[in-house]
């Protein structure tokens, strides 16, 4: 049996946290460390790295550790393409409305048919 | 096994036309007119096209490229306020997939010169509407950039 | 001749319960079961809900304080899966006059052996009806009812 999530799914399950939320709102401002990210929030430093590890697999976000730091950065193309398919709706909408648009002038008993040259 | 996510989301669109409102009201309440710019793809059939447009009424609309995906748009219509306003509600489905929901409120102003429509949609996206529609997406981009560099090839 | 205007909100509201999902979203399937616990506070009458559970099936239930205006709460079941999710359309109406339109999914999150659930209202408020946090102020007292009638099961 297949398992295997695909990446959206992965990176909608790990923004439906809101406290994962944060977390990625914070990294968006810039790389943290673990114990940056777990200041403001209200839970022990182990539920802040088991976050972590969900965001890690989702792709939205990578870390890396040098000596006793481990710092997190956002991945940019990741959270990218958890917003492209709303963006793709709105799109289509506004290129439906561009065209109404063009049949609204198209359509204008108004308008003055043009002059012919004799 | 279907993941389950929903992500709510909220945008609006603003244009101003140089048209009364009671005619652009018509491009959305006359089923010809509507056709004539509605599609999303004017290019791709038309299979289905129902259209009531009336408080408690509905549209059905399916279409989708020849031989390829089904999209279905259903929408019931909520509120409608003869040249002022049309609130609507409606569901997507790629095939047999419904990919999203969602409330859509149409707004008409009279402005000078014209009027100023308001279009604010209101969603929840459900369920890994990439696979489909991602693909779709990746080879349309795909074709693009094969196309750009066939160009500059020529132009080389 | 009625000024027209519109106010768009969302809001969200999350709470636990211990029953099981299937349990909470039992809840919600059976007419009886929710008659129990959806509907206004007590004063506004014995409650009228009719309820066809599933995708393009319809709710409604009317109500009111003595000699005040009839609320009707008019819905249309968008998308349903068992034990997990609801979406639904919903109008409401003040007598004859339509307030509010809304979207609002329901989800149904295991949370150890109980439920999150999390409910989101993507509202647009007609006409001036706008009520400053009351919608969701109402939704909250409904989930209270709903907290007591999985108490008592």
Request: hydrophobic letters at 40%; aromatic letters at 10%.
């Amino acid at each position: 049996m297949l398992n295997y999530q695909a990446p959206l799914d992965l990176a909608f399950q790990a923004l439906a946290d809101p406290t994962r939320r944060i977390m990625v709102e914070r990294l968006s401002r810039g790389p943290a460390s673990v114990s940056e990210l777990a200041r403001p929030l209200d839970m022990t430093l182990s539920a802040v790295v088991q976050h972590l590890a969900v965001l890690e697999a989702s792709g939205l976000v990578r870390s890396q550790k040098v000596g006793r730091v481990r710092t997190c950065r956002i991945e940019p193309t990741a959270l990218h393409s958890a917003e492209r398919w709303i963006s793709e709706r709105r799109a289509s909408w506004e290129r439906r409305l561009d065209r109404l648009g063009a049949f609204l002038v198209e359509t204008d008993p108004t308008a003055k048919p043009p002059r012919r040259k004799k | 096994m279907t993941v389950r996510n929903t992500r709510h989301a909220t945008f609006t669109i603003e244009r101003v036309y140089p048209a009364t409102p009671a005619r652009v009201f018509a491009a959305w309440s006359n089923k010809e007119a509507k056709t004539a710019w509605a599609y999303c793809h004017p290019e791709w059939p038309v299979s289905e096209h129902v259209f009531e447009f009336r408080e408690g009424g509905r549209e059905h609309l399916v279409t989708g490229p020849a031989g390829g995906t089904r999209h279905v748009f259903d929408a019931v219509f909520h509120d409608i306020v003869a040249d002022q306003r049309i609130v609507f509600a409606y569901d997507m489905h790629l095939d047999e997939r419904r990919i999203s929901v969602s409330l859509t409120t149409i707004e008409f102003f009279a402005v000078a010169g014209g009027t100023r429509l308001v279009f604010t949609e209101q969603g929840v996206f459900l369920d890994g509407y990439d696979d489909i529609a991602g693909r779709e997406e990746g080879t349309r981009i795909g074709l693009d950039n094969l196309d750009r560099q066939l160009r500059q090839q020529r132009a080389a | 001749m009625t000024e027209r205007s519109t106010k768009h909100a969302t809001f969200t509201i999350e709470r636990s319960f211990a029953a099981a999902p299937s349990r909470v979203f039992a809840a919600y399937a059976d007419v009886k079961s929710k008659a129990r616990w959806f509907g206004g506070p007590e004063g506004w009458g014995k409650s009228n809900l009719k309820l066809d559970f599933k995708v393009g099936g319809r709710e409604s239930e009317s109500g009111g304080p003595p000699g005040g205006p009839v609320h009707y709460y008019n819905a249309i079941y968008q998308d349903i899966v068992p034990d997990e999710r609801i979406v639904l359309t919903y109008e409401m109406h003040l007598d004859k006059t339509r307030i509010s339109v809304s979207l609002g999914t329901t989800e149904f999150k295991p949370a150890g052996a109980g439920t999150r659930l999390v409910y989101t209202e993507q509202a647009v408020f007609l006409d001036g009806h706008d009520d400053a946090g009351g919608r969701e102020q109402g939704f909250g007292g409904l989930f209270d009812q709903l907290a007591r009638f999985l108490e008592m099961q």
